[in-house]
């Protein structure tokens, strides 16, 4: 005979317990027809595989690398808005000099870029994350998003670029 003691220690202690969350992947691209023109910023979410959001938005003037890290910025807001945070968080950008910023492999000159790159480092110590390069053709989805924002002149809410405590 067995003598039950202490129970099932995972019911016991469910805060203590380690859990596996769903990975979040976040893609995200910026356009800018001119370089600088009108530029849009793209962001795809997926959740365990499953698309959960997707939008683009209109930046107004801008050169291609702010829109890249405006589509970086939005699209970690709209991770946190989402309560997303405590999932392992996969970016993908097709952006090199912003992969390698925000790796810390490349040096920030840029003054415009420098201040978008500092609140990018702010979100991002919020979460675990791990940024990924990768081919244009594997970010189709999210350009198509940046696209659609200059196309549409997609505003982005008001609210969320409050949240962000950035202004165009």
């Known amino acids: 005979m067995q003598l039950k003691l202490w129970g099932n220690v995972a019911e ?7 859990t596996t969350r769903e990975p979040v992947k976040l893609f995200v ?5 001119g370089n600088p023109g009108e530029a849009g910023a793209g962001i795809v979410i997926t959740l365990g595989g499953a698309r959960i959001f997707q939008d683009g938005f209109y930046l107004g003037r801008g050169t291609n690398n ?3 890290y405006w589509a970086l910025l939005l699209g970690l807001q709209k991770v946190i808005d989402l309560s ?10 097709d952006s090199q ?7 810390g492999e490349y040096r920030v000159k840029n003054l415009a870029l420098r201040r ?6 702010g979100l991002l110590r919020l979460c675990s994350y791990t940024i990924v390069h990768v081919l244009r053709e594997y970010n189709k989805e999210a350009d198509a998003m940046a ?15 409050e949240r962000l405590g950035l202004a165009l």
């Open 12 to 18: 016991t202690f469910p805060d203590q317990m380690p």
């Open 29 to 33: 691209d910026g356009a800018s027809r």
């Open 66 to 68: 702010e829109a890249e």
């Open 84 to 93: 997303l945070l405590e999932h392992p968080l996969f970016i993908f950008s």
């Open 97 to 103: 000099l912003l992969v390698r910023q925000i790796r």
């Open 116 to 121: 978008l790159f500092d609140r990018a480092q």
């Open 147 to 161: 696209n659609k924002g200059v196309d549409e002149h997609a505003v982005i809410p008001l609210d969320m670029l």
